[in-house]
């Protein structure tokens, strides 16, 4: 079993629709994770990090952590064209927070 | 605040060469990571420095090596390239746990 496990997708999102995204993790220790948006060819960029269990907003996203589920999400409201992209769910791990574990991630596709 | 930058962005090799990938992190930030991406394994854990020391290593032969400079830069080699390392090699510089940003990478191409 991976650690850090994602369903590849495509998830295919109307535009102005909401995008739902999960992430599951096997390490009941784990305490934080991020999410990053890969464009096609691009670098990861760092969209948000959560540690507490709840939500947590930027913008058009929020990110959910359940601990005791072992699961994180990420919404995606409003989705554009633009959204387009691989998202990837990564989780630091405990004996070092510069090691990331992440996920295969998950191919999102925004239709017109 | 410039970025993490990376050189070169592009780079092809032969089987057998080796190669020197540079990292420049963000200013002020001490810890960097390197990370290989491929379409089979996805995003995989190399190595991490932190003041000039390695604080973990991921499960690559030891022909990957990496160190890091007094001012932060890191440089990762790559000995005797296979087919197989052919990949976007990424590093990314951090300040505090709750962040880790991603350089452009390094696109090697082994022939």
């Known amino acids: 079993q991976k650690e850090v496990e994602q369903n590849s997708g495509p998830l295919s999102v109307p535009e102005g629709a909401i995008a739902s995204l999960n992430c599951t993790y096997s390490?009941?220790?784990?305490?934080?994770f991020f999410w990053y948006r890969q464009y096609s060819g691009k670098s990861p960029e760092l969209i948000m990090f959560?540690?507490?269990?709840g939500d947590k907003e930027d913008g058009r996203f929020t990110a959910q952590l359940n601990k005791a589920s072992q699961y994180v999400s990420l919404l995606i409201r409003d989705s554009q064209p633009s959204d387009s992209a691989t998202y990837l769910c990564a989780a630091p791990r405990r004996d070092s927070w510069g090691k990331l574990q992440f996920g295969a991630g998950t191919q999102v596709v925004v239709t017109p | 605040k410039a970025g993490v930058t990376q050189t070169p962005r592009y780079l092809i090799k032969t089987r057998g060469q080796q190669v020197t990938l540079s990292c420049s992190p963000i200013s002020g930030h001490r810890s960097v990571s390197w990370y290989q991406q491929t379409p089979g394994q996805g995003l995989q854990f190399l190595f991490e420095y932190f003041s000039e020391t390695q604080r973990n290593k991921g499960n690559f032969p030891g022909r990957f090596s990496g160190r890091q400079f007094s001012n932060s830069r890191s440089e990762m080699n790559v000995s005797t390239l296979e087919l197989g390392d052919s990949a976007l090699y990424l590093c990314?510089?951090?300040?505090?746990?709750?962040?880790?940003?991603f350089g452009p990478g390094t696109r090697l191409t082994v022939t």
């Open positions: 390490d009941r220790g784990s305490q934080s």
């Open positions: 990314a510089s951090s300040l505090s746990p709750r962040e880790q940003y």
């Open positions: 959560i540690y507490s269990n």
